[in-house]
């Protein structure tokens, strides 16, 4: 009990001192990329694109409520920054538990308490791929090891099984806000009708992107090249020490039969995950933007290498202890390497990471939004113009005068049948959403889709 204490204790202050340094650093403004949309999402209460991250909109929903005095922006930015302490808490919490002494370690839970853990793992699991889909690899490797491990320690009925599966099934709750939202279209901007079957199949899956792929065009994946350059950020982001302490528990699992599992079951996700995202991800990595967006998804990995960093370097300093003695030494020595691989990561990364007086893209976005007539009827093409401007006019409320259509979005087939009651200056003509192909898609001229009753239109194309 007083190693679990130790381990509360140690979750909480690397959680706190993770949020203390987050918190002065988030941007107060809107930044690039699907932020001003997932805002926008949330301050609307509508559907973000596939495959709608509901979990996300209704905690940013919260966060806007909670945070009034805050900028819609700041407000879901600070909310990014808890989630991010919380996060680093849990890694902390998973290497204490894995690296732990034998009788709090998680293989030697009693049945009740691994079974506790076992469905808090279930509601987790539901919970995740409420968010972030690629996760599913991840779930898709952990719950036979879950199973596994309770039949091991008898602790596998049907009870059990029944138990875990309302738990998992009850993770997915928050999928529920999408066909609500969608059936009331009380939001003025949301993405795709989730009212039918088919609809939230659609969007769930990424059908109009591309399922477990990043984009809707097949590019082509050099799936050696794509883990090479994986490699190469591990070794930049990550610093070699990092991973030669995973390494280190890899070669520890071969001997220490009580963290084999675990680390062997941390080594196989991040491997498998690794070597799929490489064979989906249909991006050009030469192109430095469509880079930055693959780089996000290495995260996923990133944080199962860390996890193994601190166990090797646990189980290291178990081992001297063992065999050389001077307990106190090798702990500060521990305790010394582990505040020296931190400082060297913020110490990179805090210029680039500190975002707090970054606010181009808003200014950009101000910048352009007051530069148009009155009543201007505005088509946009891309997020960078798009989402910037959706969400200084629906969250901020700019230029009310305004009607934003996107171009893109306006050739699938829902797109007017759901948004043209919030856009009743305009009048949408002709045949929208024509399919040539299932991965492609074009539509009328601008001429035969839509005329308006405004008077002195001013329409504005952005690329």
């Given at each position: 009990m007083r190693a679990i204490g130790k381990c509360w204790t140690l979750t909480g202050a690397t959680a706190a001192c993770v949020l203390a340094l987050y918190l002065p650093r988030v941007p107060r403004a809107v930044s690039g990329g699907d932020s001003g949309e997932l805002i926008t999402a949330?301050?609307?209460?509508?559907?973000?694109?596939?495959?709608?991250?509901?979990?996300?909109?209704?905690?940013?929903?919260?966060?806007?409520?909670?945070?009034?005095?805050?900028?819609?922006?700041?407000?879901?930015?600070?909310?990014?920054?808890?989630?991010?302490?919380?996060?680093?808490?849990?890694?902390?919490?998973?290497?204490?538990?894995?690296?732990?002494?034998?009788?709090?370690?998680?293989?030697?839970?009693?049945?009740?308490?691994?079974?506790?853990?076992?469905?808090?793992?279930?509601?987790?699991?539901?919970?995740?791929?409420?968010?972030?889909?690629?996760?599913?690899?991840?779930?898709?490797?952990?719950?036979?090891?879950?199973?596994?491990?309770l039949y091991i320690y008898k602790g596998l009925c049907f009870s059990a099984i029944v138990s875990l599966s309302v738990c998992f099934l009850t993770g997915f709750l928050p999928y529920l806000y999408l066909p609500i939202s969608s059936y009331l279209n009380k939001a003025r901007w949301s993405w795709g009708d989730q009212t039918t079957l088919n609809g939230l199949l659609t969007h769930l899956l990424?059908?109009?992107?591309?399922?477990?792929?990043?984009?809707?065009?097949?590019?082509?994946?050099?799936?050696?090249?794509?883990?090479?350059?994986?490699?190469?950020?591990?070794?930049?982001?990550?610093?070699?020490?990092?991973?030669?302490?995973?390494?280190?528990?890899?070669?520890?699992?071969?001997?220490?039969?009580?963290?084999?599992?675990?680390?062997?079951?941390?080594?196989?996700?991040?491997?498998?995950?690794?070597?799929?995202?490489?064979?989906?991800?249909?991006?050009?990595?030469?192109?430095?933007?469509?880079?930055?967006?693959?780089?996000?998804?290495?995260?996923?990995?990133?944080?199962?290498?860390?996890?193994?960093?601190?166990?090797?370097?646990?189980?290291?300093?178990?081992?001297?202890?063992?065999?050389?003695?001077?307990?106190?030494?090798?702990?500060?020595g521990g305790w010394l390497i582990t505040a020296g691989l931190l400082s060297h990561t913020i110490h990179l990364n805090q210029r680039e990471c500190d975002q707090s007086r970054n606010d181009v893209v808003e200014r950009f976005a101000r910048e352009l939004i007051f530069s148009f007539p009155e009543s201007s009827l505005v088509l946009t093409k891309g997020d960078l113009p798009g989402n910037t401007l959706r969400y200084l006019h629906y969250c901020q409320g700019l230029r009310p005068d305004l009607s934003l259509i996107d171009q893109e979005m306006m050739t699938y087939s829902w797109y007017v049948p759901k948004l043209q009651q919030h856009l009743p200056?305009?009048?949408?003509?002709g045949e929208f959403g024509i399919q040539l192909t299932p991965k492609r898609r074009i539509a009328s001229t601008l001429n035969s889709l839509f005329s308006t009753i405004y008077t002195g239109l001013y329409l504005c194309a952005l690329a």
């Open positions: 949330a301050c609307e209460l509508g559907v973000a694109h596939p495959p709608g991250y509901p979990l996300f909109t209704i905690l940013a929903s919260l966060a806007l409520l909670l945070l009034p005095a805050a900028t819609p922006a700041h407000a879901v930015n600070v909310l990014c920054a808890v989630l991010g302490a919380l996060a680093s808490g849990a890694l902390c919490y998973t290497v204490c538990r894995i690296a732990g002494p034998g009788p709090g370690a998680v293989l030697a839970e009693v049945v009740d308490e691994k079974k506790k853990f076992a469905l808090l793992g279930a509601l987790c699991c539901g919970l995740s791929l409420c968010n972030q889909h690629t996760l599913v690899v991840y779930v898709l490797i952990i719950i036979p090891w879950a199973l596994l491990q990424r059908a109009e992107y591309g399922t477990f792929s990043l984009a809707k065009s097949e590019g082509k994946v050099n799936l050696v090249k794509m883990l090479q350059v994986q490699c190469n950020h591990c070794v930049v982001d990550l610093s070699v020490p990092v991973l030669i302490l995973s390494l280190l528990a890899l070669l520890h699992a071969l001997f220490n039969r009580r963290c084999r599992a675990l680390v062997c079951l941390i080594a196989v996700m991040v491997s498998v995950y690794s070597v799929f995202f490489a064979w989906r991800a249909n991006l050009d990595i030469e192109n430095p933007l469509l880079l930055g967006v693959v780089e996000r998804f290495w995260l996923q990995a990133d944080a199962g290498v860390c996890v193994l960093a601190g166990v090797g370097l646990n189980l290291t300093v178990c081992m001297l202890e063992r065999w050389l003695g001077l307990r106190s030494v090798w702990n500060v200056g305009v009048k949408f003509l």
